[in-house]
């Protein structure tokens, strides 16, 4: 599951790249999907950086892809650049439909 404003992110962050170079958009969003796989197969293996909330970074991109597990499968609460205020995501985990 990918909570609204995570799948808002990472349409944004896709359509940036693509706007900045054709084709870097799908690149973008093709490393997303790998890592959510590689997620899904081992959650765990992503450290945890605030409670139960992990981080998988992006390696082209500078971007990290916050989740919490969630009775085998996983919840995405951010797709959030790692220059941007930690503030905004975290405040995603004090949200009901983010437990």
Known sequence: MILPA??????????????????LGRAFR??????IGRI????????AILRDVRRARLRR?????FFR??????LLIACFHGSRDP??????VTMPYAS
């Not at 991109?61 to 892809?65: A, R």
């Open 6 to 23: 995570a799948r808002i992110e990472l349409i944004a962050a896709q359509d940036w790249y693509e706007q900045a170079s054709p084709g």
């Open 30 to 35: 093709n490393e997303v999907d790998r890592e």
């Open 40 to 47: 899904l197969e081992n959650p765990r293996r992503f450290p």
């Open 61 to 65: 991109f500078p971007y990290g892809l």
């Open 69 to 74: 597990e969630r009775e085998g499968s996983i």
């Open 87 to 92: 503030l905004t995501w975290t405040a995603r």
